[in-house]
Nanobody, 123 residues
Framework: QVQLVESGGGSVQAGGSLRLSCAAS????????MGWFRQAPGKQREGVAT???????WYADSVKGRFTISKDNAKNTLYLQMNSLKPDDTAMYYC?????????????????WGQGTQVTVSS
């Protein structure tokens, strides 16, 4: 059974940092496309950053230069380092995984999802 468990969310002031973690079980993340997505109230879920099994990265334009996605294959854990946070980054952040897909930024293509962790950035 696949489980993705996010942690590390919280409340910070603008300009602050947070590091999200996603502990995976039932999947070997080195062989999967892994991604971070977010959803703010009243908005669609959007891609934030993804990392392929090969290590290839993708970032949304809105987070380039501020967020860094990484993974530790030995720990089977995905990370998202978020720096210079802005109020617009406020959302529920989700970890996702899929063994094979076409568009890494498209939420609908990911088969497995975590429950999410809330990030709130105040001005």
């Amino acid at each position: 059974q696949v489980q993705l468990v996010e942690s590390g969310g919280g409340s910070v002031q603008a300009g602050g940092s947070l590091r999200l973690s996603c502990a995976a079980s039932g999947v070997t993340i080195r062989n999967y496309y892994m991604g971070w997505f977010r959803q703010a109230p009243g908005k669609q879920r959007e891609g934030v950053a993804t990392i392929a099994g090969t290590g290839r990265l993708w970032y949304a334009d809105s987070v380039k230069g501020r967020f860094t996605i990484s993974k530790d294959n030995a720990k089977n854990t995905l990370y998202l380092q978020m720096n210079s946070l802005k109020p617009d980054d406020t959302a529920m952040y989700y970890c996702a995984a899929d063994p094979s897909l076409w568009a890494v930024y498209r939420a609908s293509e990911y088969r497995y999802w975590g429950q999410g962790t809330q990030v709130t950035v105040s001005s």
